[in-house]
């Protein structure tokens, strides 16, 4: 992989998380990850040459590498980020899409991602999708969404018979992901929550 394609990637990682000094050694890593779909913890000391702590807390806070290891589920939130020989990380679907698409282009374009992953999921509604994903990230406070929400936003786009397959698909693409641990706040909005992926989100804020 060029140089320049590593700069295309920066630059974009730069446009959403700000211009920080770790953005260079995360732009090297999630390339890696988005090729193989995983990265060990020994692989990416040996890409950054350094300790990979730091990039690693950044990629989990952003969502853009989620730890393999989990604690009951695999919902994001019970994901355990060990920062130690023989962890495995994983690169969301729709983030490999964000970062290949940046590698080329230089910038972060969720809405061009989420169309070409739910063409590969095979999703007939595929045109539709980003438009949903828009109206949850404008629906959502705090990176959180109902379920019941969900099925309105569905309902609103002509999509009320594909409320389940949707938010199944949202998952697979590493959209969204089930706050299982939140059994009050799921008691009080009387749904299920979601999770919202805030590297795609950002994107789509505007």
Not at 19 to 46: C, D, G, M, W
């Amino acid at each position: 992989m060029t140089r320049h394609c590593h700069d295309r990637l920066e630059k974009a990682l730069s446009d959403i998380l700000g211009p920080l000094k770790i953005t260079s050694r995360l732009s090297q890593v999630l390339a890696y990850a988005a090729a193989k779909q995983t990265v060990s913890y020994q692989e990416l000391k040996e890409i950054i040459k350094d300790d990979p702590g730091d990039v690693l807390l950044l990629a989990d806070e952003w969502r853009l590498l989620l730890a393999v290891r989990t604690a009951k589920s695999s919902g994001w939130e019970d994901r355990l980020l060990l920062l130690k020989e023989g962890e495995i990380y994983a690169i969301p679907n729709v983030i490999r899409y964000l970062v290949k698409d940046a590698l080329d282009t230089g910038r972060w374009d969720p809405e061009k991602a989420t169309i070409e992953l739910f063409k590969e999921l095979g999703d007939p509604m595929w045109g539709q999708i980003p438009g949903v994903v828009r109206s949850i990230v404008e629906e959502a406070v705090n990176h959180t969404i109902t379920g019941n929400q969900i099925k309105k936003i569905c309902l609103h786009h002509g999509l009320s018979n594909r409320v389940d397959s949707l938010i199944a698909g949202l998952k697979v693409a590493g959209i969204i992901s089930p706050k299982l641990g939140s059994v009050p706040e799921v008691i009080r909005a009387g749904s299920p929550i979601y999770e919202l992926n805030p590297s795609v989100t950002i994107g789509l804020s505007s």
